[in-house]
């Protein structure tokens, strides 16, 4: 077989595959649906290319859905809210999908991938879909393909699609950074609580909801509520149209989540009245845009036979004290240009 042969039939069978993924998660097929997924994820260069022109073939058939993304501190109940909440939004005839981001270990790589596990009954209830990826060590424990997941998932029919980061951090800005709204989950003793989160987090916020609200525990999740409300007034918010409220909720007992899901309606329409949210997502591509392009930049320096060879050597010169890190820099820039 010739090369030009060669080339001829890799491009039908690459146009097969193509069809095959496109069909599948149209017609909502769930199987098909997790397949695109690891095809978005892979790293190869060749799943890549594929993973590309899955996205742009469904662009079209994409932003129908509430993108909404939510965070926490450690033993805020992320995973109990989000089946309480999802499992709410299915009994409204809602399709959900949940993208849970699992923190990938910085020494294996390796993730726990134990949302499943934590979201019995959502997992096994029909019209959701829970999807655990490892971070990959990415800014905010967002897996670096999370933008494309959505999009897929979006084209597959789902209403809402959930975004669980691992935890409260600067870099959780990350998230806010590709869904339509954030919210914060809280614990009782805003005090402390404030104390581990930074004040760029809380900005970022279109609503707080703090949870465990039931109990013994709800007169001290009204007195953090309260707390919480006067340390947002001191904020800017985001939008003119827009002011984050502090909700108080039970993932336990499913108090107060209808409220909660009216909050990100009400936010959806203001916005989307406004002419915000759809300036909003544009915003948001132009910033996956660059990400995406500081990634392959990134990707293509430590690939260079250049940089390959003299990384080591000026990375020892570094640590010795031999060389500046500026000065290190530069040599190494200076080989993408000219080798």
Known sequence: ????????????????????????????????????????????????????????????????????????????????????????????????????????????????????????????????????????????????????????????????????????????????????????????????????IKKGILELADALAVNKADGDNAKRADKTRKELELAMHLMQPSSAAWSPPVLTCSALTTEGLVDIWRTVQEHHEKLTATGELAAKRKEQALQWMWSLISEGLNEKFHRHPGVQRHLSTTIAMVRRGELAATTAAQRLLFLLDNE
């Open 1 to 196: 077989m010739n090369l030009k042969r060669f080339w001829i039939l890799y491009r039908q069978m690459n146009t097969e595959t193509l069809k095959h993924y496109s069909q599948g998660i149209l017609s909502g097929d769930r199987r098909v649906l997790a397949k695109a997924i690891t095809l978005v994820e892979s790293t190869l260069h060749a799943h890549r290319d594929e993973a590309q022109q899955l996205v742009d073939s469904l662009l079209d058939r994409t932003g129908k859905a509430i993108r909404l993304g939510i965070t926490g501190v450690p033993g805020v109940g992320k995973s109990t809210f989000i089946e309480s909440f999802g499992m709410m939004l299915l009994d409204q005839g809602l399709q959900v999908a949940v993208l849970a981001i699992d923190p990938s270990s910085s020494r294996s790589g390796g993730s726990i991938l134990a949302d499943k596990t934590r979201m019995e009954r959502l997992s096994a209830a029909q019209g959701a879909f829970i999807r655990p990826s490892p971070s990959g060590g990415t800014l905010g424990g967002v897996a670096r393909m999370t933008r494309e997941t959505m999009l897929l998932c979006e084209a597959a029919g789902f209403d809402v699609i959930i975004v669980e980061t691992v935890g409260v951090g600067q870099n959780e800005a990350t998230v806010a950074g590709m869904v339509d709204f954030f919210l914060i989950l809280m614990l009782t003793g805003a005090g402390d609580e404030l104390q581990g």
